[in-house]
């Protein structure tokens, strides 16, 4: 069964730094685009990032865009996503996703979602 399971998340300060893990079982990630997400309580799922197969491109929402950092490891078939600066207004549930693709390039397309994790914690707050 294919499945998405995201690590790393905790309660950290205000300017602090956090590295989720989006690790993949029962299939192979790297023929998937991958996008984080993220959705604070009372808010509308945000998309944060999205990376391409090939990791050579790569997209952020205008609100992360200089902090947060997409990156992957196909032989570890593991997606991450470093938050710098952290802002209270960071706070939410963050989850990745994994997306069919059409080429080595292609980005997060929701019409073509193949699989969600179960989401992490993350709390900004002193």
């Known amino acids: 069964q294919s499945q998405l399971v995201e690590s790393g998340g905790g309660l950290v300060q205000p300017g602090g730094s956090l590295r989720l893990s989006c690790a993949a079982s029962?299939?192979?990630?790297?023929?998937?685009?991958i996008g984080w997400f993220r959705q604070a309580p009372g808010k509308e799922r945000e998309g944060v990032s999205c990376?391409?197969?090939?990791?050579?491109?790569?997209d952020y929402a205008s609100s992360v865009k200089g902090r947060f950092t997409i990156s992957r490891d196909n032989a570890k078939n593991t997606v991450y996503l470093q938050m710098n600066s952290l802002k209270p207004e960071d706070t939410a549930v963050y989850s990745c996703?994994?997306?069919?693709?059409?080429?080595?390039?292609?980005?997060?397309?929701?019409?073509?979602?193949?699989?969600w994790g179960q989401g992490t914690q993350v709390t900004v707050s002193s």
């Open positions: 990376i391409s197969s090939s990791g050579g491109s790569t």
């Open positions: 029962g299939f192979t990630l790297d023929q998937h685009a």
């Open positions: 996703a994994a997306f069919r693709i059409t080429s080595t390039e292609t980005l997060c397309i929701m019409s073509r979602i193949a699989a």
